[in-house]
């Protein structure tokens, strides 16, 4: 009674704003304890929803000198706008609805500077969201930083340089901070990989660069040589580049931090190459524009920190959600030409080739999805941060509020918000993203990028933890006895692995192998085949397991019979203080030959994630977040049809067909036109009642198809007792409209659903 008094309330105040009087007078009387609390809990939140929404601000750079949209800007949109309507079915914040609106600079310092005004200036601003260009952001902080900061405005950017922030407590970022995160490791990887005499190049006016430089001379104890180079209509001057590579030869540095842009640094080593120094490189654009063969390929070793994408691995968390649509088309960003590009004019871009469809996969576009991704997670996080907020609550204290849980309850080491990219939590002093980077590495004479041996986990005590990577892979040879039922399935398969870092299969744990009830044992048979010994038979290093076991998978049986399911092998660290992260060898040169009773197997993959376990001291109620790696081998598989088309489209098919034939039976029979209609919908109930069930707990094709059948066998009879209807026989209009229904418009339903079915089987 309560409940509905309250919804009814509410209805009426939303239809009729002069109850807000007398909400206030309800509102007071529940607060007195006359009146039930939920009716003033009711009324506060109708009238929330009746005050102009929130806004989230959110800051963007587009180009317009790529020779393709990236598809960032339209991954944005698409993925924030999203949250946006998830967040307000969900109730909003304090009730109130929320709006996403972005804001595009152009890669123009004046438009940051006037969207950043703009955005402080909105009496509406909820939370800002963006802006990651560090050069462009100072410029706009300098000239706005005092309504900034007096704003309150939670502002969760995306500047690499902290040192920007740091005099504005509302201001966070989603990048991880020099002085804890980046600097710390590399240092540490410099240290144990026993490099002398580091150096620096970079470029004097890009304040990311000299950031850069500026912490290593800090860090890592003064530099060998430091070269800070000039731009020049945004390009650098060979002579100036070639003389910097001459200081650096002449001191024969042991390695070389280069920092000139990812458009520039191809021109940097390729200098390098020319003088004949080739020391290893640790470098900040994008490592795979290195990757030559042959002759172009850089004859040492090459190193990137990097957050996401991974080489040879997804994202599980958006492979997932590519996979788990009707649709990954859908998914598709990146690809549109754009004409105005300058690279059309002086033939650099190069048209695409039509014959080749885009994928939702290619790296261009999961880029694409990983940025969109980003952005929607922080809507979420806001969202998230402002849950405990009263329904009353005002803009200020909303704001007040967010800024207070961003540093508390998603501080480092207390707790993270798990969006669909990343997890989320931040220092509490620089309040920069927790992320702690791994090491890439572009090993010389291989041409493809690979983790590099030795990686680094942040820990709560702001110490690191060495973790080694592990080069491994599972050739599965064959898997059986699939259950739906009980989300099972065993699987044959060769687990091998790199041993140089002490790697063995004693250290891994198959975090989805089926726990038997009994005994609580994983149903694991291991048997090794090779110790990673030197031998004639086996190559060196590498030891070579082969296993046996059952496995949980969690099936999506929307679209059963015809289906395509995920089943995986989950890798994780059996202790957590032998922490490690999995590299898989290249997709092209994985086995791909696997034999699966009833199924198809369409694509494999190896997926990675990051996990925490969070812990809460019953006595001191101190809360901890220990992250921890897993990777997931992956195999999509298309469930065969051949024996369900056989034992039911096929009678289901006979059955209709047979109930149509019925209907031009002479009228004078007319109970047997009826007996056999009749017969025939039975016989459907009892073909669905022969089926093996399932525990779907969902709706899937299959059922449909049944419903379906049933409706359109339930409709022949009802017209067939209707064009038999004494009072309708004199209708002719009625009686000529039953007739088309029955002769025209069943068949042509059933061969619509039929198309239908046809399309779910081929997708």
């Known amino acids: 009674m309560t409940s509905f008094f309250s919804e009814s309330w509410a209805k009426a105040l939303r239809r009729k704003p002069v109850l807000h009087a007398v909400a206030a007078f309800g509102t007071t009387l529940a607060a007195a304890g006359i ?24 800051f963007v750079t587009t180009r317009n000198d790529d020779c393709y949209d990236n598809g960032q800007l339209k991954a944005i949109k698409r993925l924030t706008t999203l949250a946006q309507h998830r967040i307000n079915r969900e109730g909003g914040i304090a009730g109130r609805k929320i709006v996403v609106n972005i804001l595009d600079d152009q890669r123009s310092q004046e438009n940051t500077t006037a969207n950043l005004a703009t955005a402080i200036a909105d009496p509406l601003t909820i939370a800002m969201i963006g802006l990651s260009n560090a050069t462009r952001a100072k410029a706009a902080f300098d000239a706005n930083g005092k309504d900034l900061k007096a704003s309150g405005i939670p502002f969760v950017s995306d500047i690499s340089v902290t040192d920007i922030i740091r ?95 990812g458009d520039r640094m191809k021109d940097v080593v390729k200098q390098f190459q020319d003088a004949g120094f080739t020391p290893p490189l640790f470098v900040t654009g994008r490592i795979e524009t290195l990757a030559g063969q042959g002759a172009d390929a850089y004859p040492n070793d090459v190193y990137q920190l990097a957050w996401d994408g991974l080489p040879d691995v997804y994202s599980e968390r958006l492979r997932e959600l590519i996979w788990s649509t009707a649709s990954p088309a859908q998914w598709i960003f990146e690809g549109k030409k754009n004409a105005g590009a300058p690279g059309w004019k002086d033939g650099t871009c190069k048209p695409r080739d039509e014959d080749i469809p885009l994928n939702a996969l290619d790296n261009d576009n999961m880029r694409a999805l990983s940025v969109g991704s980003q952005y929607a997670d922080i809507v979420g996080l ?7 907020a009263e329904a009353t609550a005002e803009i200020p204290d909303l704001r007040k509020l967010i800024v207070q849980q961003l540093q508390t309850a998603y501080a480092s080491g207390r707790g993270i918000f798990k969006g669909r990219f990343d997890n989320w939590s931040f220092q509490p002093a620089s309040r920069a993203a927790a992320r702690t980077p791994l090491i890439l590495m572009l090993p010389h004479g291989r041409g493809q990028t690979q983790l590099a041996p030795l990686q680094f986990l942040h820990l709560r005590n702001q110490s690191l933890q060495r973790i080694d990577t592990l080069y491994a892979d599972i050739d599965l040879i064959h898997a059986e006895r699939i259950d739906d039922t009980d989300k099972t399935f065993f699987a044959d398969f060769y687990l091998s692995m790199n041993d140089r870092g002490g790697a063995s299969i004693e250290q891994i744990e198959f975090a989805n192998a089926y726990l038997e009830p009994g005994s609580n044992d994983r149903q694991i048979t291991v048997r090794a085949l090779h110790d990673g010994s030197q031998s004639a038979a086996y190559p060196d290093h590498m030891k070579i397991y082969q296993v046996t076991g059952k496995f949980v998978y969690s099936p999506d ?98 059955i209709l067909i047979i109930a149509y034939l019925s209907i031009f039976i002479s009228t004078h029979h007319f109970e047997a036109i009826v007996t056999i209609q009749v017969t025939a919908l039975l016989s459907a109930v009892a073909l669905y009642l022969a089926l093996p069930k399932l525990d779907a707990n969902t709706e899937t094709l299959s059922d449909q ?52 079915v046809y399309l779910a089987s081929t997708a």
């Open 382 to 388: 806001i969202a998230e941060a402002a849950r405990s």
């Open 167 to 261: 005099d504005y407590p509302n201001v966070f970022t989603t990048r991880a901070a020099e002085d804890e995160e980046r600097m710390p490791v590399i240092a540490e990887f410099v240290k144990e990989s026993h490099f002398e005499r580091p150096a620096f190049i970079g470029i004097q006016s890009l304040l990311a660069s000299t950031n850069l430089g500026d912490s290593l001379n800090k860090y890592l104890g003064g530099l060998a040589a430091d070269q800070r180079l000039k731009l020049v209509a945004d390009k650098l001057d060979p002579g100036e580049v070639a003389a910097a590579v001459a200081d650096l030869k002449s001191k024969n540095v042991g390695i070389v931090f280069l920092s000139v842009g």
């Open 35 to 58: 009146f039930p609390s939920s009716i003033g809990h009711a009324t506060e939140k109708a009238e929330a929803a009746q005050r102009p929404p929130l806004v989230m601000q959110v």
């Open 705 to 756: 198809m049944f419903l379906f059948t049933y409706l359109m066998l339930s409709v022949i009879i009802a017209i067939t007792i209707a064009r038999e209807n004494k009072r309708i026989e004199p209708i002719r209009w009625l009686r000529k409209s039953l007739v088309f229904l029955h002769i025209i418009a069943v068949p042509a339903a059933v061969g619509a659903m039929a198309y239908y």
């Open 557 to 654: 049986l929307r679209n059963y019979p015809f289906d395509t399911q995920r089943f995986a092998i989950d890798l994780r660290p059996k202790n957590g203080g032998n922490p490690f992260i999995v590299q898989p060898p290249p997709q092209k040169v994985r086995d791909h030959v696997v034999t699966v009773d009833g199924w198809d197997p369409k694509d494999q993959y190896v997926g990675y994630d990051q996990d925490f376990v969070r812990t809460v001291d019953a006595q001191t109620l101190e809360p901890s977040v220990f992250p921890f790696y897993k990777a997931s081998f992956v195999w999509l598989m298309k469930r065969e049809t051949t024996d369900y088309f056989l034992r039911v489209v096929v009678p289901l098919g006979f």
